[in-house]
């Protein structure tokens, strides 16, 4: 059984003497698809392969504008 999560609510007014008090619980299946999909794609052995292939992708992509860049910045005219 997996624990609820749920949000509290607290707010006290200056011209009241009662505290007002509510609580709304969190439907588990609208956070758990996010939850999951996060938890198995950044953790574990799959969440250190999608680091690794991010860094050399976006490593691939700056070198590849600095390339670009390079050329047309020296080309000669």
Do not use: N
């Amino acid at each position: 059984m997996e624990p609820q999560e749920g949000r509290v609510h607290y707010s006290r007014w200056e011209d009241s003497s009662q505290d007002e008090v509510s609580m709304a619980t969190v439907s588990s299946t609208e956070t758990s698809c996010c939850k999951k999909v996060s938890r198995k794609l950044c953790t574990g052995k799959l969440g250190i392969a999608m680091k690794v292939l991010g860094g050399v992708a976006l490593f691939w992509v700056i070198f590849i504008l600095g390339y670009v860049t390079g050329y047309y910045v020296h080309k000669c005219k």
